[in-house]
């Protein structure tokens, strides 16, 4: 029901160029009255110059945007040799954003060799337009902004055409046993950030990975969980947007955001995932437990692979598998804490951590956090590591 509800909400579409004189800015847009404040950087991450063409996801108030950029070679001395623009759109759900991903690409083509030539930007925004929710009166953070559904999105076909077929298996080839690092943050709802240069598009999608790894869909779990937020790219003028935030998950391709300590509490440089909070250095080793869920997250992707080789049609079921996969392991944590929680001793065990996937001595510090954040009233007796 609520996806129909979602059918093509585009509230803006927008043309952003750079002028060698003023930098960058925006050219047109639709409505003509619509707050594009900060799009115009949003929209070309700094260092695009190096670059032919790229996409970018990101957040702006109460919408996500999609823009896609593209870089042309002009004989002008006014343009300094080259023509770069980006065109975008914004919606109140970026599920949807996807879809309009080829439309975009090829507009940008457009505005370059015909620049000042609107009429298909505007027919597509004719036809596609949707209204924001009302805001009138509410202070924006009250506003329900549609996230990654932490329903079962296999029950939903048309939530997966969010991105290209094998964005996920690229993040599990990308950062290897590290998910599980970055699993463990994403479930403790930590700050996030991933930097990486130019092209940012594909470090979009790792942002978007990332947010897959902490879906729970055990009813009545965490009312007072932060909820975790896929803000996309970001640069220096979210600085004061993102002082505010408890939990999300961002990517940037400015250097300057890693002295910005108090921004952020995971860091990860390409491959590499830091922390600077003494506390959370534990999570940052692989334990056993660690390697065994991803060799079973393997060999599921083995068999996958394997029965696709026979002839089933599985273009779309890596993606499930590795939703799914998380969102069981999930699940048996919190189903195991909850259990623990209503029992009379309220003591939770080596076995129960066992039990759970994970490692009683390796995971000691995971599982304290994990009880502090999500509220749980339990007991660790895990202490001794003699003992077990």
């Not at 803000?231 to 990517?251: G, H, K, R, W």
């Not at 499930?320 to 189903?335: A, G, S, T």
């Not at 007991?379 to 077990?388: A, G, Q, R």
Request: charged letters at 25%; hydrophobic letters at 35%.
């Amino acid at each position: 029901p609520r996806v129909e509800a979602e059918e093509d909400q585009i509230v803006a579409v927008f043309v952003v160029t750079f002028d060698p004189r003023t930098g960058n800015m925006v050219e047109w847009c639709l409505p003509q009255d619509i707050d594009l404040e900060g799009v115009e950087f949003k929209s070309m991450a700094s260092g695009s110059h190096k670059i032919q063409s790229d996409f970018i996801y990101f957040r702006k108030g109460l919408c996500f945007g999609l823009a896609c950029f593209a870089n042309m070679p002009v004989e002008s001395e006014l343009e300094r040799g080259a023509r770069m623009k980006s065109v975008g759109i914004l919606s109140p759900s970026y599920t949807l954003l996807y879809r309009y991903m080829h439309f975009l690409e090829n507009q940008v083509r457009h505005q370059l060799e015909m620049p000042g030539h609107y009429s298909h930007l505007e027919a597509f925004y004719d036809d596609k337009k949707g209204v924001l929710p009302d805001s009138k009166g509410t202070p924006s953070s009250q506003q329900p902004v549609h996230w990654l559904p932490s329903i079962h999105r296999y029950m939903y076909p048309e939530m997966k055409i969010t991105h290209p077929a094998g964005c996920m298996s690229q993040f599990i080839k990308f950062f290897g046993e590290q998910i599980l690092v970055l699993w463990k943050f994403a479930l403790l709802r930590k700050r996030i950030l991933i930097f990486s240069p130019p092209p940012v598009g594909v470090v979009c999608y790792r942002v978007y990975c990332c947010c897959c790894l902490a879906n729970v869909s055990l009813p009545g779990l965490g009312g007072t969980v932060p909820e975790s937020k896929p803000f996309f790219y970001v640069n220096v003028a979210d600085i004061e947007m993102l002082e505010t935030e408890v939990s999300y998950v961002a990517c940037t391709t400015e250097k300057i955001f890693e002295q910005k300590r108090d921004l952020y509490d995971v860091y990860v440089d390409n491959q590499n995932v830091k922390t600077h909070h003494e506390r959370l250095q534990p999570l940052l080793k692989i334990n056993n437990a660690d390697k065994e869920k991803y060799r079973r997250l393997n060999d599921q992707r083995q068999m996958l692979m394997y029965s696709q080789e026979v002839g089933e049609d599985c273009s779309s079921c890596e993606e499930d598998l590795f939703i799914l996969f998380f969102m069981e392991q999930n699940n048996r944590i919190f189903q195991t804490l909850m259990e623990v929680s209503a029992s009379q001793d309220k003591t939770l065990t080596a076995d129960h951590a066992r039990g759970m996937g994970l490692d009683p001595q390796g995971d000691r510090s995971f599982l304290m956090d994990l009880l502090e954040v999500y509220g749980i009233d339990v007991m660790l007796v895990i202490d001794n590591p003699c003992c077990t």
